[in-house]
């Protein structure tokens, strides 16, 4: 005779509740793999995004670099430019001063009305002012000694007034001998440094400019390309290495203040 619960496990309702439970089970299992399946998409792109973030180089590019040596150029270009005017400025002043005492003597032939001049003079020292007004703040930061006394506009235009000063006296003041004037200008030279420099960077391109243009001087008077009168050193004048000296520090004073707040050259790998 059946029994009862064996009647009870084949009954239609009895099959329903095994059908449902499989389907719930199911269900469940599809829910995990499609969760699984979420996180594993989700994680993949911001583990990639994470991967290429700490890959990332923020060293700048070849672009970046070549725009700051462009800037740098460019203010050197600008510097060399002023530099030369100032020079070929200082060249026209000074020359004549010395053109009118008679201290310097040029061929009537080269000289222009003008200016009372010979036409290379002008030229020539525009080249010096910006060759020696480059040099000096390049050999400050080859030192590593930045010149900081003094660095203002007032008073680069205090040393220049100052420098025309010791170029007018030595044309217009009068001394028993050159031996006199020459040790005047020394001091008044040393006096220029000491007020507006006091480097010895400062000092030591000041005694070079002065030994190089004293001998190119002594080259050009010695080949009749002009002269001096009452020469008392070989072919010039005693002095004249004071007023080389003298503006070889005015220059680099101007060159230094114009290198002031220019960006770095920058370094080629």
Not at 2 to 28: E, I, M, N, Q, T
Not at 91 to 109: G, I, M, S, W
């Amino acid at each position: 005779m059946p029994r009862l619960d064996d009647h009870l496990w084949s009954c239609p309702c009895a099959k329903g509740v095994k059908h449902r439970s499989h389907l719930r089970a199911g269900a469940g299992g599809l829910e995990a793999k499609v969760g699984e399946m979420t996180t594993s998409s989700v994680s993949g792109p911001s583990l990639l995004v994470a991967h290429g973030a700490g890959g990332t180089d923020p060293a700048p590019g070849p672009q970046s670099s070549g725009l700051g040596g462009h800037s740098w150029h460019h203010h050197l270009l600008q510097r060399s430019l002023v530099l030369f005017s100032v020079g070929v400025v200082l060249a026209l002043v000074l020359n004549l001063l010395q053109v009118q005492r008679n201290v310097t003597l040029f061929p009537e032939e080269v000289i222009a009305t003008i200016f009372s001049s010979a036409w290379w003079v002008p030229p020539c020292c525009g080249t010096a002012a910006a060759v020696v007004g480059l040099l000096y703040p390049c050999i400050d930061s080859r030192l590593g000694e930045p010149h900081k006394f003094k660095r203002e506009w007032a008073s680069v235009m205090r040393c220049v007034a100052v420098f025309v000063g010791i170029n007018h006296a030595s044309a217009k003041l009068d001394f028993a001998n050159n031996v006199q004037l020459s040790l005047t200008l020394a001091a008044l030279s040393l006096g220029l440094w000491w007020t507006f420099d006091r480097s010895r960077s400062g000092l030591g391109l000041g005694i070079t400019i002065a030994f190089l243009a004293t001998l190119i001087t002594q080259l050009l008077v010695y080949n009749g390309v002009y002269q001096y009168t009452s020469p008392d050193f070989l072919y010039i004048r005693s002095w004249l290495p004071c007023i080389f000296f003298s503006g070889g520090v005015t220059v680099g004073n101007i060159g230094r203040q114009l290198a002031m707040g220019v960006p770095e050259k920058p370094h080629s790998d």
